[in-house]
C-alpha cells in the first residue's frame, strides 16, 4: 500500500471558554481592592460606563445641572445676564439692592458682623465652619504621617555625628537598611567605594549599632539580640553562648545547650524567657506602609425568627452604570462613520457584560455564603468548638456549582459574624471521624480543644500527648498521638516537658 498525503474533514464538539468567560471567572477571585481598581481601568476606558454613588446615581450627577443634551438655544436675555444688566439697562445689582458680594458673603468680616444667631447657624452648617458641604475637608489630610525607619535613624545621625566624613559614612550605611532594621554590605566593597579606611567603617558602625530601638544595624539574628541583651546590661558569657547556638536552640536540644552554656534547667528557662521578650524586627515599628482594613464581603446577622440574616455588604459591592442615553446621543449625532459605530457598538456590549459578571458575581458570593452559613450554624451559636468538618464539594453539590467555583469564591473573601470577621476558607476543614460513630468532628475544632486542655493544665498535672489522646477519645475524637502532636507543634505549643519546667519555675517565683 502506497503512503500519500491527503486531506481529511472531522467533524467534532468541544467546550471552548471564550475571552468573556475568562474574565468572569477571574472576577470571581478577586479581592474587593483588586474589583474596584479592575472597574476604574475599565471606566477610564469605556466612556459608556460610569460609577454610581450609594443612592443608585452615577458619582457626578449632583454636580451636573439636569438639563438636556442638547444646548438651548442662546437669547438676548441670558446675553444681558451674563453681562450682569437686564434686557432695560438696569443692573442686577440695582435690582437686587445689593452687591454680588453680599449675596454670596465669602469674608469672614460678614460674619463677625453678623448677629449671634445667625453666626450659630452658620457655624452648625455642614463642614463645622460656615462651608458648603463640598468644602468639607478630609480629616485624613491632617492626620500626621508615619515615621519611617529611615527618617528615624536620619534624625540620630544629625545628632550624633559631627564629622562630615563620618556622617557621610552613617548615611551610606542607613541607606543598606532593610525594613526590619537588618544590615546587609560588604566592609571592603563600601569602603573601597567611599574611599574611607575599613576601620573608619566598622567604627562608624559601631556608633549606629547603639541607636534606638536596640538591635538595628544587625548583621544577623544573633547580633541583633546580642544588641538587645546589651542595652539591658543582660550580655553574659552564658547568654553569648547561647546566641551563638540558636540552631540548637530551633531543634529544642536543651540538653546540648544546658551543657554549652554551662547552666542548670531553671537558668536555662530563665535564659529562654529573656530571649523571647525580645525583639528579633525592630526596624518593623517604623514602616512606613500601612495596613489596609479587611473590608468583609458578607454580613451574618442573627434574625427575629432565630435564623440568620445573611446580606452582601455594601461597602464591597461595586456600583457601575452603563450611560444608555449617552450611548443613544453618541450615537446617532456624533458617531457617523462605521469606525465610530464600531466602537461604540464594542463599548456597549463591554459595559453590559461588565455588570452582568458584577451582578453574577455577587449571587455567587451570596449562594456560596448562605449555604456556608446553614451548614455552620452550629459554629455561630456556640463557638469554633462545634465547627462542622467541610469541604468544597458539599457546598458545590448544596448550591448546583462546580467546586473549582466554589474554591474561587472563596478565596480572598471575608465574612463578619457575631464571633468575628473570617475567611471562608476557614469554614472548610478536615474531617475526623468519631470513636464513638457519631458526626465526624472538624480539625480546627480539635485544635480549639486542645489549646484548651493545655491552657486550664496545673503545673504538677501537665497533660502529654497520650493523655490528651484520652481526653479526646473520651470526648468522642478518635486521633492518634502523632497527630496530636503535630496540632501541637503547628499552635506553637511546646512539648509536655518543657511546659512541666516552665511552669514549675513560674510557680516557684510566683510563691516567692
Known amino acids: ?88 439697562g438696569e443692573s442686577l445689582s440695582d435690582r437686587l439692592d445689593t452687591t454680588y458680594e453680599n449675596v454670596f458673603p465669602d469674608d469672614s468680616s460678614t460674619v463677625r458682623a453678623a448677629s449671634p444667631e445667625l453666626l450659630d447657624s452658620w457655624k452648625s452648617m455642614p463642614g463645622g465652619n460656615g462651608a458648603a458641604s463640598s468644602d ?23 545628632l550624633t555625628f559631627r564629622d562630615p566624613a563620618d556622617r557621610l559614612i552613617a548615611a551610606e550605611l542607613s541607606d543598606h537598611l532593610d525594613e526590619v532594621g537588618y544590615i546587609a554590605f560588604e566592609p571592603e566593597t563600601l569602603a573601597a567605594r567611599l574611599g574611607v579606611c575599613e576601620s573608619d567603617l566598622m567604627r562608624v558602625l559601631g556608633i549606629l549599632q547603639q541607636f534606638e530601638p536596640p538591635g538595628l544595624f544587625a548583621r544577623s539574628l544573633a547580633e541583633c539580640l546580642a544588641l538587645q541583651l546589651a542595652a539591658r546590661d543582660r550580655l553574659d558569657p552564658a547568654m553569648t553562648a547561647l546566641l551563638e547556638h540558636l540552631d540548637l536552640l530551633a531543634r529544642r536540644d536543651f540538653a546540648a545547650l544546658r551543657r554549652i552554656c554551662g547552666v542548670d534547667d531553671e537558668d536555662l528557662i530563665e535564659m ?40 452582601l455588604s455594601s461597602d464591597a459591592l461595586p456600583r457601575v452604570l452603563v450611560n444608555r442615553s449617552y450611548y443613544a446621543e453618541v450615537s446617532t449625532r456624533a458617531a457617523r462613520s462605521e469606525d465610530d459605530q464600531a466602537f461604540l457598538a464594542d463599548c456597549l456590549q463591554s459595559a453590559n457584560w461588565l455588570t452582568r459578571s458584577l451582578d453574577q ?91 484548651e486542655m493545655i491552657a486550664r493544665e496545673e503545673a504538677d498535672a501537665v497533660l502529654s500527648d497520650d493523655d490528651i489522646v484520652k481526653a479526646l477519645k473520651a470526648q468522642g475524637v478518635e486521633l492518634a498521638r502523632r497527630t496530636v502532636a503535630k496540632y501541637r507543634e503547628s499552635m506553637a505549643i511546646a512539648s509536655s516537658v518543657q511546659r512541666r519546667r516552665e511552669k514549675r519555675v513560674l510557680a516557684a517565683r510566683a510563691a516567692g
Open 136 to 158: 468639607v475637608h478630609d480629616l485624613d489630610e491632617f492626620v500626621a504621617g508615619r515615621r519611617t525607619l529611615r527618617d528615624h535613624v536620619a534624625e540620630q545621625i544629625a
Open 361 to 451: 458575581r455577587a449571587k455567587t458570593i451570596m449562594k456560596v455564603a448562605s449555604e456556608i452559613v446553614r451548614q455552620q450554624d452550629a459554629f455561630l451559636m456556640n463557638g469554633v468548638t462545634h465547627l462542622r468538618p467541610l469541604n468544597l464539594r458539599a457546598v458545590a453539590d448544596a448550591i448546583g456549582m462546580h467546586e473549582s467555583t466554589v474554591s474561587r469564591v472563596t478565596s480572598n473573601k471575608y465574612m463578619m459574624t457575631p464571633r468575628g470577621i473570617f475567611e471562608l476558607k476557614y469554614f472548610f476543614t478536615v474531617s475526623i471521624a468519631s470513636s464513638a460513630g457519631g458526626d465526624a468532628h472538624s480539625a480546627e475544632a480539635v485544635r480549639q480543644s486542645i489549646r
Open 1 to 88: 500500500m502506497a503512503l500519500s498525503a491527503s486531506l481529511q474533514l472531522r467533524q467534532a464538539q468541544s467546550l471552548v471558554m471564550t475571552p468573556q468567560l475568562i474574565q468572569s471567572i477571574r472576577l470571581l477571585q478577586l479581592t474587593h481592592l483588586e474589583l474596584n481598581r479592575f472597574i476604574e481601568q475599565e471606566v477610564e476606558r469605556n466612556p459608556l460606563l460610569e460609577l454610581a454613588n450609594e443612592d443608585g446615581e452615577p458619582a457626578g450627577s449632583a454636580d451636573r445641572p439636569d438639563v438636556p443634551f442638547e444646548a438651548a438655544p442662546a437669547s438676548d436675555e441670558t446675553d444681558w445676564a451674563a453681562a450682569g444688566v437686564t434686557q432695560d
Open 272 to 311: 529562654l524567657a529573656e530571649i523571647r521578650a525580645l525583639d528579633p524586627k525592630p526596624g518593623l515599628g517604623f514602616d512606613g506602609s500601612h495596613s489596609e482594613t479587611i473590608t468583609p464581603d458578607v454580613i451574618v446577622r442573627p434574625s427575629a425568627d432565630g435564623k440568620w440574616h445573611v446580606e
